[in-house]
């Protein structure tokens, strides 16, 4: 059992940055590989970021590659996702999960998540 709570979406420019946060509750964050899907309305929900449970090895969706970056820092219960050079089309509610498989994309592998973080981008 763990709990997700994603926090520092806003409105921003295009060209603009923005960093989320997931904080979360109890068992702790090592045990858990977690990654960030973001949904826009009348579309699927799409995978954004991962990162692995022991080294920190992070992989994306090419729609963010280069752009994106995630990290973890396990001391503080708290994953992160670095967002620059931000597009209108990134406009969506932004999710952080949890999953016990050791990397994944699928959104069906991910038994917990949070209540997601509004991220507009304006043109």
């Known amino acids: 059992q763990v709990q997700l709570v994603e926090s520092g979406g806003g409105l921003v420019q295009a060209g603009g940055s923005l960093r989320l946060s997931c904080a979360t509750s109890g068992r702790t964050l090592s045990s858990y590989g977690m990654g960030w899907f973001r949904q826009a309305p009348g579309k699927e929900r799409q995978f954004v970021a991962g ?5 920190g090895f992070t992989y994306y969706a090419d729609s963010v590659k280069g752009r994106f970056t995630m990290s973890r820092d396990n001391a503080k219960n708290t994953v992160y996702l670095q967002m620059n050079s931000l597009k209108p089309d ?3 509610v932004y999710y952080c999960a949890a999953r016990e498989v050791a990397r994944s994309t699928n959104p069906l592998e991910y038994k917990y998540w949070g209540q997601g973080t509004q991220v507009t981008v304006s043109s």
């Not at 990162?51 to 080294?55: E, M, Q, T």
């Open 51 to 55: 990162i692995s449970r022991s080294y």
């Open 90 to 92: 990134d406009t969506a």
